[in-house]
């Protein structure tokens, strides 16, 4: 199945806060949580397809796998002034398990400056832990490295091709 970004997804900037979502007019106001309606689940896939089929052409059609059926799979999003701009999934490796995996980490490019990236894997690490969760991991992108470990996570092992590109799998205990 492939999801395509509504123009009204994308909306140009600036964009004035939706009510019921964010107050305030600052431009890196965000707010991140977990999908509660079928529309913001819908969204969450359009900005993953947008960033990693779209753009990025990590995957050729959809990056939807088994992940996204699993009943214990969090698809959060995060806001900007309002704005669901970004995704995250984040599940446990095996059903009960403390280890949590976070991927398809993506913000949409128009909302890159506003830095949602962090805040969004801070709430991943956050709900895992208050679900029972003790570490998460996650393959990352060569380039985000760094970014990773400005927020406390450590490298794992050699770089490994995951999807077809490298990365290299990130660790964190909390």
Request: glycine residues 8%.
């Amino acid at each position: 199945m492939t999801f395509r970004m509504p123009r009204e997804a994308m909306p140009a900037d600036p964009m004035p806060p939706r009510a019921g979502y964010l107050a305030g007019p600052q431009r890196n106001t965000t707010l991140c949580r977990i999908a509660r309606t079928p529309e913001e689940r819908r969204l969450h896939w359009n900005i993953r397809h947008a960033v990693f089929v779209d753009e990025q052409r990590v995957f050729p059609q959809t990056d939807l796998d088994a992940q996204d059926a699993r009943s214990d799979a969090l698809l959060a999003i995060g806001y900007v002034r309002g704005v669901i701009a970004g995704a995250v999934r984040l599940y446990p490796v095996e059903p009960g398990s403390t280890l949590w995996q976070g991927d398809r980490l993506a913000v949409l490019p128009c909302y890159r400056a506003a830095r949602l990236g962090a805040p969004l894997v801070r709430f991943a690490v956050d709900s895992a832990r208050e679900r029972g969760g003790t570490r998460m991991v996650a393959h990352v992108q060569l380039g985000n490295i760094r970014f990773f470990q400005r927020l406390g996570w450590r490298t794992v092992g050699d770089v490994e091709s995951y999807v077809g590109m490298p990365h290299q799998q990130m660790l964190i205990d909390f």
